[in-house]
C-alpha cells in the first residue's frame, strides 16, 4: 500500500517487528510497537493479535497480554497458546492451567507449554504427569516433549518412568537425534545407571559439548571418577584422534573435572585443572568450583587451604550471588566425604571472625542448601535479622529451595537446542 509515494505499513509489516521485540523481551520497545500499530490500524488481525500477546508474555507484562487476549472477537488455537504461554513466564501456572483445561481444542504445544511449565516451576511431578493424560487423549507428542519429560525424570530420579519413556520413543519409532539422546544419558546418570548412560552416550556419532558434559559429570559424580577424567581428555583430544575440531570446555566441564578429583583426593591434578581453567581456558570460578576445591583440600587434610579458598569465594559478591544457588544443585548430588561439614566449619569460623561480614552468612546458607538443610538456612536468616544484618547492595539472595530445579546444565541444553531447530528452550 502506498500513500503520497511514500509506503504505509500493513500487518505482514508489524509480525516481524513484533516477533523482534519479544526476543529482546523490551517492555518499553514492545509498548512502542503496540502503538505504532494501533496507529496504522492492523491491530485487528488475528496473527498481529496473537503476536502482541506473545510479545507481552516475552516482556513479562501479563497485565497487557490479558487485555489484548480480552479484546479479541476471535481466537484460535494459537492465541490460547501465546496466552497461557505468557502466564507461564510470569510463574502463574494456577492461571496457565485453568486456561489449559477451558480450551475446547488442544495442540502438541499447548501440551508442551504446561509440561514445560511444571518443570521449570520445580514440579517435575506434574510434567510426568500431564504426559500420561497427553498420551492417554491420544497425542504422541514430539522431541520436545520427550526431552521435557526426560528431564522430568531425570530430576526426580524416577528410572522406571523414564525407562517407560525409552520405550514409548522406541515403540513410536521417534528418530534418534543429540538432544534426545543427550537427556537420555542425563537420565540414566542421575539415576545412577552410569553403564548404561555410557553405553547410550558411545551410539551418539555428532557429539556436542552439552553431551560431552553430560557423561563426564555422570562418571564424575555419579560413577568412577577416573573415567570422568579420562572423558574430560577425550573430549579436548578429540580433534587429534578423529581430525575434527576439537571441543573446548565449559564452566561445566570443569564442575565434573573438580568433583571427579575431589572425591579421589587427586590435590596436585586438582590444582592444575582450577588453575588450567583459568589461565588457559579463561573460565572464571563460580561458586560450585570453589566448593569442589573446598572439599578436595579437606579431603586431604588441608583445613588451611580449604579456609583459604573459601574465602576467596566469599570476598567475591558475584560468586555468591543468585546464580550460586543454581550451580549448587549440581553439588546436591556430589558425595564428598565430609558432606557439608566442611563448609559449615569454615563459614562459622569465618562468621566468628567478621560478625557483620554479610557474604560469610550467605556462604552458609549455601553450604545448607546443598546439604538440602532448609531449616538451617531458616536459622541463618533469622539469626541474621536479630543481628541486624543487611544484604550487601546489588547482591540478591534467592529462596536456596530454588537450587533443586534449576539444574544449570538444562539451561544450557535449552540454548543448545535453540541454536538447532531442535531446541530444548521450548522443551
Same mark, same amino acid.
Given at each position: 500500500?502506498?500513500?503520497?509515494? #511514500?509506503?504505509?505499513? +500493513?500487518?505482514?509489516?508489524?509480525l ?12 518499553? $520497545?514492545?509498548?512502542k510497537?503496540?502503538?505504532q ?41 494459537a492465541s ?10 510470569v ?6 492451567h ?19 511449565? @511444571? ?22 507428542? +514430539? ?7 526426560? $528431564?522430568?525424570?531425570s ?16 515403540? +513410536?519409532?521417534?528418530k ?14 542421575? #539415576?545412577?545407571?552410569?553403564?548404561l ?26 560413577g ?5 577424567l ?5 573430549m579436548?583430544?578429540?580433534?587429534? !584422534? ?10 561445566? $566441564?570443569?564442575?565434573g573435572?573438580?568433583?571427579a ?41 588441608l583445613?588451611? %587451604?580449604a %579456609? ?7 570476598d ?5 550471588? $543468585? ?5 549448587? +544443585?549440581?553439588?546436591?548430588?556430589c ?16 562468621? %566468628?571472625k567478621e ?6 552468612y ?5 553450604? @545448607?542448601?546443598?546439604?538440602g538443610?532448609w531449616?538451617?538456612v ?18 540478591n ?11 544449570? !546444565? ?11 531447530d531442535a ?5
Amino acid at each position: 500500500m502506498r500513500t503520497h509515494g #511514500c509506503f504505509v505499513p +500493513n500487518s505482514y509489516t508489524f509480525l516481524p517487528l513484533l516477533s523482534s521485540c519479544s526476543k529482546m523481551g523490551c517492555s518499553k $520497545s514492545a509498548r512502542k510497537c503496540h502503538a505504532q500499530a494501533i496507529k496504522f490500524g492492523v491491530v485487528n488481525n488475528l496473527p498481529v493479535y496473537n503476536c502482541l500477546i506473545h510479545m507481552y508474555g516475552c516482556c513479562g507484562i501479563l497485565e497487557f497480554a490479558k487485555k489484548v487476549f480480552l479484546e479479541m472477537s476471535r481466537r484460535d488455537i494459537a492465541s490460547w497458546n501465546s496466552f497461557i504461554d505468557a502466564c507461564v513466564k510470569v510463574w502463574d501456572l494456577g492461571l496457565a492451567h485453568n486456561l489449559f483445561d477451558r480450551m475446547l481444542e488442544k495442540n502438541v504445544i499447548s501440551w508442551n507449554i504446561m509440561i514445560k511449565g @511444571y518443570l521449570k516451576a520445580g514440579n517435575p511431578g506434574c510434567s510426568l504427569k500431564l504426559f500420561r493424560q497427553m498420551v492417554g487423549t491420544g497425542f504422541m507428542g +514430539n522431541e520436545k516433549t520427550v526431552a521435557s519429560v526426560l $528431564s522430568a525424570c531425570s530430576k526426580s530420579a524416577r528410572l522406571k518412568e523414564g525407562r517407560s519413556v525409552h520405550g514409548f520413543l522406541i515403540k +513410536n519409532g521417534m528418530k534418534s537425534n543429540v538432544i534426545i539422546d543427550t537427556a537420555l544419558v542425563n537420565l540414566y546418570c542421575n #539415576c545412577q545407571k552410569v553403564g548404561l548412560a555410557r553405553r547410550m552416550f558411545d551410539k551418539i556419532t555428532n557429539r556436542n559439548r552439552v553431551c560431552w558434559n553430560a557423561m563426564i559429570l555422570g562418571h564424575c559424580i555419579h560413577g568412577n571418577p577416573a573415567d570422568g577424567l579420562k572423558l574430560f581428555a577425550d573430549m579436548i583430544d578429540r580433534c587429534k !584422534v578423529r581430525g575434527e575440531e576439537g571441543i573446548s570446555p565449559d564452566e561445566i $566441564s570443569f564442575v565434573g573435572v573438580l568433583s571427579a578429583c575431589a572425591r579421589a583426593r587427586l590435590v596436585t591434578e586438582g590444582r592444575n585443572y582450577f588453575s588450567q581453567m583459568k589461565n588457559k581456558f579463561g573460565i572464571k570460578p563460580n561458586f560450585a568450583h570453589y566448593w569442589c576445591m573446598a572439599n578436595l583440600y579437606v579431603g586431604a587434610e588441608l583445613s588451611l %587451604e580449604a %579456609e583459604e579458598i573459601l574465602r576467596q569465594m566469599s570476598d567475591c559478591a558475584e560468586d555468591l550471588s $543468585s546464580d550460586s544457588v543454581i550451580w549448587a +544443585n549440581l553439588l546436591i548430588s556430589c558425595r564428598f566425604r565430609e558432606g557439608a561439614t566442611v563448609g559449615e566449619r569454615i563459614a562459622k569460623c569465618l562468621i %566468628e571472625k567478621e560478625p557483620k561480614n554479610f557474604s560469610y552468612y550467605k556462604l552458609l546458607m549455601n553450604v @545448607y542448601g546443598v546439604a538440602g538443610q532448609w531449616e538451617d538456612v531458616a536459622r541463618v536468616k533469622q539469626l541474621m535479622k536479630d543481628r541486624g544484618i543487611e544484604r550487601v547492595a546489588g547482591c540478591n539472595l534467592v529462596d536456596l529451595k530454588g537450587i533443586v530445579h534449576n539444574l544449570k !546444565v538444562d539451561e544450557l541444553w535449552r540454548e543448545s537446542v535453540e541454536q538447532r531447530d531442535a531446541k530444548l528452550a521450548e522443551s
